[in-house]
């Protein structure tokens, strides 16, 4: 017989541990749906008939956090047939909390209480046979990290759903159980009996969820409504509050019965590391440091070998020309070739090639959540990015997207708030990285005799572009309405536990491979079949001996326009826009093919040297225009970044409406910025288009957005 | 009123009752801020904000503009 255990617990109480102990590598780890909560379930090892379900931690079952509403669906709507509820042992009094408000659910429950080995070590006494007489249930002592009493926690948990045996529930004061007693009589008694006791509870909180579910009619609710306000007056608080307060009293009362502390208010290992992290004058250095690494572990030196080795040796010499000449040999056409070769495998290296720089980022940084620096990341840095509408955990990944906006975007996975984690998201890619470097070189020796202070500029552009877009966003409907308070546990530091970060890493990459991989490569054959086939003369294959204008040179000629106002309507660098969504360098190869040099690769490697040689591409694309040079280097640097990171995007957002909206937020504020640049440029060295006036609606419009009230903010 | 911005870094107070409402006021109470709870106010951080305290046994991070919602005594 199949059965169902729902894992259910708080953050950090050790849950991910027992989850992988419980079921090893019998799991499967997808999404909630419609969320972006991870939802993970597994086999039981030595049991495949039992289903493990690992539930979001949780504080509470209250319908805030989609981490909750997720849980709660669940645990109400499925019904598993027991719930495993992981207590940490070290932090049993906030712990218990959720456990007051599982045991009301009717579901038969184990309580597995968690690193017991610590509290023996520390000295400290649970009593768990008190314990579970007051909960009605079985409580076992476990400890994930060193494997102790796993197999009696699942066994407890198969007893109890066979047995069907429900908790004990009753902790309110008299008032309240008096009118939750009334509220199940008159308002759920349709209901299954272990069912009721839940939902009467929930209407005395007035839980609108549940309201809407149960449908009752209004002359019922106000019957109800009369009983809710006569505690309220009673007891002179609201009901929320009420139901909160009690059940708070209810486990301090309990603590006192079932736990012993031995050294009461001595500082712990833990207190005294975080004593000097996050120590009023050090703790911003000791962040900087850690940043550094980082950064220079997973984007400078090993990441950039990785993706060196990966791009250009791996693909670029080996397979690539492997598989041209088999597939020469073999007597492939040379359309077919090229499609499989460039098209196919050039996509897939594309994306690839990311994935070793992507595991040492994601090693990284679980052993940063592991141990627990990154709650004090955001505890460090909050003041500053809340500002933009962004979570001080948004810093890392902005750094790491200064080497590549990719894995910078999957960085975003740490930040719990979902309105934090979109508009992290969403301006992510504006920052420099190291693909559009060669893009600002172009620019700079092209137009402006090598001049350092472009790349300056195009790193403060970057930086400017995340935080105006943070401001404005944070004020819009779809990112006000879902309240996050910053209020935040900072969990006990402890040292990494190897298999959770390994399998934590290697999940992300996967994730990355799986998704993003798929848009990649679609677009990459895309674009190859664009730059490839021609309908001139005959739709044919473009070869050295019959040329003809590709598709995308048609395209390019039919968009150019669009760019008009920017300054920079030339069909070549609506081509070299476009050639830029594969990958932010291609900019430059493209400009040099097209350029009367016709040669991408004199180009690549002129931007290397910042030779002077390519001011060719400034006189014959840009007309010699600074100003449209530098209209066309803003756009380039601001909108849709390359497709991987597009991938990358639809990953995070899990969902194809906000990753649209990502590239249109991202274009149509590089369209905005670039048409005032150039349209005010002109203004300022003594021109004038009408374009101007559109630009300055285009100006003013933003200031609005930017300096708006936000009539959304939670006061 | 007395809040728990008011109280000083190093000092021990007991929380009255969490003022505000909806979804902030149940978070910070689902906590363990309810009342009659300890509370010790550990550090701030360093940028002035939020500012960090012990309750319950265990340590919570929480901006003043919520800490000024919570009063105490």
Known sequence: MSMRIALAGNPNSGKTTLFNVL?????????????????????????????????????????????????RNYLVGERPDAILNIVDGTNLERNLYLTTQLA???????????????????????????????????????????????????????????????????IFSGAVEHAIAHLEEAAVHGLPEEQQRWYAVKLFERDEKVIEQLNLPQTLLEHIEVDIADVESEKDDDAVSIIINERYDYITALMGRCYKKKNPGRLSVSDKIDLVVTNRILALPIFAVVMWLVYTLSIGTVGDWTVGFMNDTLFGEWIIPWVTGMLEQIGCAEWLVSLIADGII??????????????ILFLLLSLLEDCGYMSRVAFVMDRLFRKFGLSGKSFIPMLVATGCGVPGIMASR??????????????????????????????????????????????????????????????????????APFVMELPAYHAPIPANVLRTTWERGWSFIKR???????????????????????????????GGASILEVLGSVIAFLFVP?????????????????????????FGALSSMADADWAMGAVESMDSSLSIIGQEFFGGSKLSA??????????????????????????????????????GFAYAISIIVYQFGVLFTGGFTLWLIPAAAVLIGLLYLLFRKNKYELK | MKTLKQTKIGAKAKVVKVHGEGAVKRRIMDMGLTRGTEVYVRKVAPLGDPIEITLRGYELSLRKADADMIEVE
């Open chain 1, 23 to 71: 079921t090893g590598s019998n799991q499967y780890v997808g999404n909630w749906p419609g969320v972006t909560v991870e939802k993970k379930e597994g086999k039981l090892k030595k049991n495949d008939e039992i289903i493990v379900t690992d539930l979001p931690g949780i504080y509470s079952l209250s319908p805030f956090t989609p981490e909750e509403v997720v849980a």
């Open chain 1, 104 to 170: 009301e659910l009717g579901i038969p429950m184990v309580i597995a209480i968690n690193m017991m080995d610590v509290v023996r070590k520390n000295g400290d006494n649970i009593n768990t046979d008190e314990l579970a007489k007051a909960l009605g249930c079985r409580v076992v002592e476990i400890s994930a990290l060193k494997g102790d009493g796993i197999i009696e926690a699942a066994d407890a948990a198969i007893e109890a759903a066979k047995a069907g045996q429900l908790t004990h529930r009753h």
């Open chain 1, 346 to 359: 050039g996509g897939v290296g594309a994306v690839l090639g990311f994935v070793p720089q992507m595991l």
């Open chain 1, 414 to 483: 740490t930040i719990e708030s979902e309105r934090d984690r979109k508009i992290t998201v969403m301006t992510t890619g504006f920052m420099v990285c190291g693909a559009k470097t060669p893009i600002v070189g172009l620019i700079a020796a092209a137009l402006f005799d090598g001049g350092a202070w472009v790349a300056t500029l195009a790193y403060f552009v970057g930086i400017a572009a995340v935080v105006v877009s943070g401001i404005i966003l944070k004020k819009f409907k779809a990112f006000a309405g879902k309240p």
């Open chain 1, 516 to 546: 993003a991989g798929t848009v990649i490569v679609a677009a990459g054959i895309l674009i190859w079949v664009l730059n490839s086939l021609s309908f001139e003369g005959g739709f044919h294959y473009i070869t050295e001996e019959v």
């Open chain 1, 566 to 590: 920017l300054g920079f309507g030339r069909w070549q660098a609506a081509v070299a826009t476009v050639l830029g969504l594969v990958a932010k360098e291609e900019v430059v190869g493209s």
């Open chain 1, 630 to 667: 530098f209209s066309f280097m803003i756009f380039n640097l601001l909108c849709a970044p390359c497709f991987a990171a597009v991938g990358a995007i639809r990953r995070e957002m899990n969902s194809a409406k906000w990753t649209w909206a990502a590239i249109g937020w991202m274009t």
